[in-house]
């Protein structure tokens, strides 16, 4: 079953611009991830929020988590044609203990240079 | 270099033949997971395991089989039963529990012929 439904399926920007990719789950998580996904390759990790967090940096990357609303947000600032790629996040179940992770469908975007 | 590899990288199966597909991991990792994932989707999960010898079925089990007999190994087969196994298949591999980033190898795709 998938937990996790992305918004937008497919976002185009020009480089330099800001990218903001959004997550809505349904049920209470532990944590949720981002990962990141170019075309043919293995999903690489980008970054955990804890429930208890809000917000979250590393790099370029923002990361924000509403479990009141059931959300999160990913942003890409000042990007690159090297984010090119397809995001996904991916979130555990509340009270689980497996790490078995539920994944969105994903955000696929396209950083034109 | 500790990852996380998956072999062979594509993988060709006539109707009626078992296939099967391998993972291996030099992480140390106690858990492990098998997912599939269709052309423009997220990922869904078919087999996890989070210690040797146990396994548990995910989403989407049948069709498929797996073994856990060594930490670094987690072969996945792909039997006749399952109907429409094309996809491309990933491996991923964390330490046990729930709030750890997974680790996945490049991915295998497999195809019916």
């Known amino acids: 079953s998938q937990q996790g439904e992305e918004d937008p399926q497919a976002l185009s920007i020009q480089e330099g611009e800001n990218a903001t990719m959004n997550c809505s789950y349904k049920t209470s998580i532990n944590n949720l991830q981002w990962y990141r996904q170019n075309s043919g390759r293995g999903l690489v990790h980008l970054i955990l929020i804890r429930s208890n967090e809000r917000e979250k940096h590393s790099g370029r990357l923002r990361v924000t988590l509403d479990t009141s609303k059931k959300s999160s947000s990913l942003l890409i600032t000042a990007s690159r044609a090297a984010d090119t790629a397809s995001y996904f996040c991916a979130t555990d179940r509340e009270g689980g203990n497996t790490g078995k992770l539920i994944f969105g469908q994903g955000t696929t975007l396209q950083v034109k240079p | 270099d500790g990852g996380i590899t998956q072999s062979p990288k594509y993988l060709f199966r006539k109707e009626g033949q078992n296939v099967t597909l391998s993972c291996e991991q030099n992480l140390n990792h106690d858990a492990m997971y098998w997912y599939r994932q269709d052309p423009g989707q997220g990922l869904r999960l078919i087999y996890y395991s989070q210690i040797v010898n146990d396994f548990q079925k995910g989403d989407i089990a049948e069709g498929y089989s797996v073994s856990r007999e060594k930490k670094e190994s987690f072969p996945l087969t792909v039997t006749s039963a399952q109907k429409n196994p094309t996809a491309f298949y990933l491996c991923?591999?964390?330490?046990?529990?729930?709030?750890?980033?997974?680790?996945f190898g490049q991915g295998t795709r497999l195809t019916v012929v």
């Open positions: 991923a591999s964390s330490k046990r529990g729930t709030g750890h980033e997974a680790f």
